[in-house]
């Protein structure tokens, strides 16, 4: 497996990890209803991180075009969790989907 | 396909829509907070049904063990929506819930 | 629900049946070496529909962003499977490929 | 988090790797005929896994009902990869499987 692919796979992960935790965390909160759009797209950016990730493990004939979604996506909910950084979970949150969109959009070249 | 595989995976896909269109509802109400415990588990419960029903149609050699897991989760899901029956979304998605349980709880004998 | 809406959902959730019932025929099939990137992208194929049906029922905030990639790997896929259209049963996932690919490209406008 | 959910999550994010990358080894190899059996079982594996790695991340009601599914699986998906163990990469994924199903099984009490 070269560079890149693995360093992609690993921030897919992570961010998964750092979504499904952020949507925990959100659904903890007592301002959950400030919080409603902010879990509507964390579980979709938590699911396609996942998809990409096993894209990209199994050589999928559409890596490219996962990874494109998963970028945008990323790059979205990203903007999402940063307009709640008083929650520190959605802070670092947006800092793992930045960095996954990052790495995705280069993997969809 | 037999009767009874055809029969679950179109309960499983009607619990799967239900508990999406539920989920969208849940988050779209003005009592979210309340809702967190049904959000949450609404979530899990359309993906196993997805889950379950990918694996049908896919003649998957782990059916019993997957519907199992679908059953018990779509019957505890039906418990929680059951609770807020006041939300019809809530009280229609827990028909969904328990017909799916049934169905499901058949396939995995 | 508006109309599209509904069709697309119905477009994704009848691929992903064609494709996951394909697969399954593919596998058992003899020449199962020659269908090997058929099994790949049907797998793809019949995962990103579920996604996509996932994303519409809970009305995600990505919708456009999956069902292009959806209608991307649809049609893709459709033209893997029209390769092994001496098969009734890629012939067949073929044509529902392409109708998905075709509805989707709409929603993802 | 407490260690065994750490742990738990990463030994199915592990099997989840390993049996993507078993999948596509198996479907580029020979005889992918004599593999068909296995590829089924790999699919089915690498997802059951990558829903419970979500499952645990998001701290979902169904955890030990998914777990329980999920350490089947694996047990069985071991077996059938050691049925395969003259290639390299069934071996590694048999005992990938073996790993999770284990710490699963303690997750799922």
Not at 58 to 73: G, H, L, M, R
């Amino acid at each position: 497996m070269n560079m890149s692919l693995e360093e992609c796979i690993k921030a897919c992960l992570e961010c998964m990890e750092a979504c499904n935790g952020c949507y925990d965390a959100c659904l903890k909160e007592e301002d959950v209803k400030m919080l409603a759009e902010c879990i509507r797209s964390l579980r979709e950016c938590a699911d396609i991180c996942a998809f990409s990730a096993k894209s990209m493990q199994s050589d999928s004939p559409y890596v490219k075009q996962i990874c494109q979604a998963c970028a945008e996506i990323c790059q979205a909910c990203g903007d999402v969790c940063k307009k709640h950084e008083h929650h520190e979970h959605c802070k670092q949150c947006a800092e793992s989907c930045y960095k996954c969109a990052e790495v995705c959009r280069k993997m969809a070249v």
